[in-house]
């Protein structure tokens, strides 16, 4: 509310977010016990193997509702420079027509049963979904499993996704803050396969065929590499037993055993800088070398980044902002919006902040950003009685101030980061300038 007066919490900077920490960690330690009492609430998650090495996991809800879908190890990383692409344009292809189903019969039959299918490709993962009614579970797992292992990959409908991945490729340039994190990988993992872009360079796109995909598709589309998940409404004997119908044709067999591995992905710190001073904002990314999925870090590096969380100016200020980081961003107009994130991968991860700055500001806010989420928060900030919450049901340890803490020392103070930045960005300092305000020098 404008009329009524800002609280102003007195004390430093890093004072500040002490308090605001040791705050949150004994609200968390106050809810502990109801949290507790939630999670007892959670659906069990099952999982079975079937003999090709398919896996199948459900839960089950009351719901009438039902989300199915296949997660497939094949992504980009899976990738070398020649093809890089592939798997983006496997998946376009998917639901393109099977060998007894043409592209109009399939999409009217997901249409009648008033359903949704979708899909996605990421760095390490393809995906295939279809949400719907319960009811429809048989159907719906009868779609999955003809599309995935009886996708007809015409000649003629390649050529025809070939024109539209390229107009979506032309579509995400636009896009700064999907460049400048595709720049970010290119830099952070550069040499290695999660360095390359999901979509692929246009060359490639434009050079691909029909046996590029089905080569791909025979390598990787493996039943010991996909899941099969459902969540809803669902019966998990009745899952495993569609599955057993259905995906049964799924081969599980590698040439000469060879079964294609994940190369490991080292992290460089450094930084690719394009400047162009016609753009109105500048896109900044910095990152350091985050925590793989099964990291016991994850969570508290999860948690950590929550703790910076997001701020655009449409948020304002207000007496309660979200992070120190936000204050000061507001009260200084020092960015357009910021926002923190933790990306995990199967052996490495990304933990950073991306933030949308005007050119004259930049050196400030970079400033502030490092102070408080690189150096400050990180070293100093975490100082406080023990709080033994259990804040992921996923997570077997409880996270207390000092876990958290240890995890920020570990992975974020000192650390070299990875730079990627788009747009007027002259006044962005030295890379060697920003790798020494990593940590205080203190007399």
Not at 71 to 91: C, H, M, P, T
Not at 124 to 140: I, R
Not at 227 to 247: C, Q, R, T, Y
Not at 259 to 266: D, E, F, G, H, I
């Amino acid at each position: 509310d404008p009329c009524r007066p800002r609280q102003v919490e007195a004390g430093s900077g890093s004072d500040v977010m002490r308090r605001r920490v040791h705050t949150v960690l004994l609200v968390l330690r106050i809810s502990a016990v109801s949290y507790a009492q939630t999670t007892l609430n959670f659906p069990e998650t099952r999982i079975t193997t079937l003999e090709n090495g398919l896996r199948v996991a459900s839960e089950e809800t009351d719901h009438p509702t039902c989300t199915v879908g296949v997660w497939i190890d094949a992504g980009s990383r899976y990738e070398n420079q020649k093809n890089n692409g592939v798997s983006n344009f496997l998946e376009h292809m998917i639901f393109k027509g099977t060998k007894t189903r043409s592209q109009s019969a399939l999409e009217q039959e997901v249409e009648s049963l008033g359903a949704h299918l979708n899909a996605y490709t990421s760095r390490e993962n393809t995906a295939f979904y279809m949400k719907s009614l319960s009811k429809d579970l048989p159907k719906v797992v009868e779609i999955l499993g003809d599309v995935i292992q009886n996708s007809a990959l015409a000649d003629s409908e390649v050529e025809r996704e070939r024109q539209v991945i390229l107009q979506e490729m032309q579509e995400l340039e636009g896009s700064l803050e999907d460049v400048v994190f595709d720049y970010l990988h290119a830099t952070a993992f550069q040499g290695t396969p999660l360095g390359h872009t999901i979509v692929g360079p246009t060359e490639n796109v434009k050079h691909l065929g029909r046996k590029d995909l089905a080569e791909f598709k025979n390598t990787h589309y493996k039943a010991p590499r996909m899941v099969l998940a459902a969540s809803g409404g669902i019966n998990h004997d009745e899952l495993v037993s569609l599955a057993k119908k259905e995906f049964s044709g799924l081969p599980f067999k590698y040439e000469a055993d060879a079964v294609p591995l994940l190369t490991p992905c080292r992290f460089t710190g450094s930084q690719i800088l394009v400047r162009d001073d016609d753009l109105p904002l500048a896109h900044i990314v910095m990152a350091v070398e985050g925590a793989r999925w099964s990291d016991p870090d994850t969570i508290p590096l999860m948690i950590a980044s929550t703790l910076i969380g997001n701020w655009d100016r449409t948020c304002g200020g207000g007496s309660n902002p979200t992070s120190n980081l936000a204050r000061i961003s507001f009260e200084n107009q020092l960015c357009h919006s910021f926002q923190s994130f933790n990306m995990c991968y199967s052996d490495t991860g990304l933990w950073g902040i991306h933030m949308v700055c005007e050119g004259m500001t930049i050196e400030d806010m970079l400033h502030f950003t490092q102070a408080e989420c690189f150096v400050d928060f990180a070293h100093n900030g975490l100082h406080y009685p023990p709080s033994d919450l259990r804040l992921c049901a996923c997570s077997p340890q409880a996270v207390d101030a000092k876990t958290l803490q240890e995890a920020c020392n570990k992975y974020i103070y000192d650390r070299c980061p990875a730079i990627a930045a788009i747009g007027p960005i002259e006044q962005l300092p030295d890379y060697n300038r920003i790798r020494s305000a990593m940590y205080w020098l203190r007399l």
